[in-house]
């Protein structure tokens, strides 16, 4: 059974910063390009990093750029997202997605909330 499990959200202050955890379990995480997206509440889920197999990063979102770092380990089958420099707009759940290379496979999180806030 596949699963992505994300943990490490909630309240922080402004300016404040937060590490991300998704453990997956399931398939081989090694294969998979991971990501990070984000849904504020009335928003569309949005792309916020992603992570190619060999650890390579892509796709920052711009408003992230220089303050969100995405890693990951393939002997822990998890991806993290480093958050710093936290801003109020930075609130909403973010959620981990596992995409296949070779084919239309994605498994998703459930998500974690971060909420931004003095």
């Known amino acids: 059974q596949v699963q992505l499990v994300e943990s490490g959200g909630g309240l922080v202050q402004p300016g404040g910063s937060l590490r991300l955890s998704c453990a997956t379990s399931?398939?081989?995480?090694?294969?998979?390009?991971m990501s990070w997206y984000r849904q504020a509440p009335g928003k569309e889920r949005e792309l916020v990093a992603s992570?190619?197999?060999?650890?390579?990063?892509?796709n920052y979102a711009d408003s992230v750029k220089g303050r969100f770092t995405i890693s990951r380990d393939n002997a822990k089958n998890t991806v993290y997202l480093e958050m710093s420099s936290l801003k109020p707009e930075d609130t909403a759940v973010y959620y981990c997605?596992?995409?296949?290379?070779?084919?239309?496979?994605?498994?998703w999180g459930k998500g974690t909330q971060v909420t931004v806030s003095s």
């Open positions: 997605k596992a995409s296949a290379t070779v084919a239309s496979i994605e498994y």
């Open positions: 992570i190619t197999r060999a650890g390579v990063r892509l």
């Open positions: 399931g398939f081989t995480f090694s294969t998979y390009i």
